[in-house]
């Protein structure tokens, strides 16, 4: 696996390059097809995965039972956050949206090395970390403005 694309990845960022050889063993390789389902709503999660190429689509059940796509993510995106952290089932169906690379840090992968070598694992958690809270802040800016439109419409 290329090691300059590694270190492309914004959650790798903090790590040397020893760091970055140990991490690279235990990245995983999986190519999809267009439309091809990488994981289904419900399913067991099994790892983070990071898009090297390609795009894919995040589709949630609505209550009538038809998939609405959330959004969409291009390389360099990251899926599979919750999953991968608190080992909860998949909460949204994924879809290559046209021929996708992913790597993939298997969780059991990262359990293993967090108890051989928890630096980097503590250094991956924090750029972790560090995505989820602008990704709630997004969430946050979104629901705001959604609110603000509800109230300004029923005046």
């Known amino acids: 696996m290329d090691g300059r694309l590694i270190e492309d990845i914004h959650i790798f960022r903090?790590?040397?390059s020893s760091e970055m050889g140990i991490v690279k063993n235990i990245l995983r390789i999986r190519e999809y097809g267009s439309n091809e389902v990488i994981y289904r709503e419900g399913d067991l999660g099994d790892g983070l995965?990071?898009?090297?190429k390609g795009r894919i689509r995040i589709k949630k059940m609505t209550v009538e039972g038809d998939q609405f796509c959330i959004t969409t993510l291009?390389?360099?995106?990251?899926?599979g956050i919750?999953?991968?952290?608190?080992g909860?089932?998949?909460?949204?169906?994924?879809?290559?949206?046209?021929?996708?690379?992913?790597?993939?840090l298997r969780k059991s992968d990262f359990d293993s090395l967090q108890q051989s070598n928890p630096l980097i694992t503590s250094k991956i958690l924090r750029e972790l970390s560090i995505h989820?809270?602008?990704?709630?802040?997004?969430?946050n800016r979104q629901y705001m403005d959604l609110m603000h439109l509800m109230?300004?419409?029923?005046k």
């Open 49 to 52: 995965s990071i898009i090297i």
């Open 151 to 154: 109230f300004r419409k029923s």
């Open 82 to 86: 919750l999953s991968f952290l608190d």
């Open 14 to 16: 903090g790590l040397d």
């Open 132 to 139: 989820l809270a602008s990704m709630v802040r997004n969430m």
């Open 88 to 104: 909860s089932r998949h909460d949204a169906t994924i879809v290559a949206e046209q021929p996708t690379r992913l790597m993939l």
């Open 74 to 79: 291009g390389e360099g995106g990251i899926f």
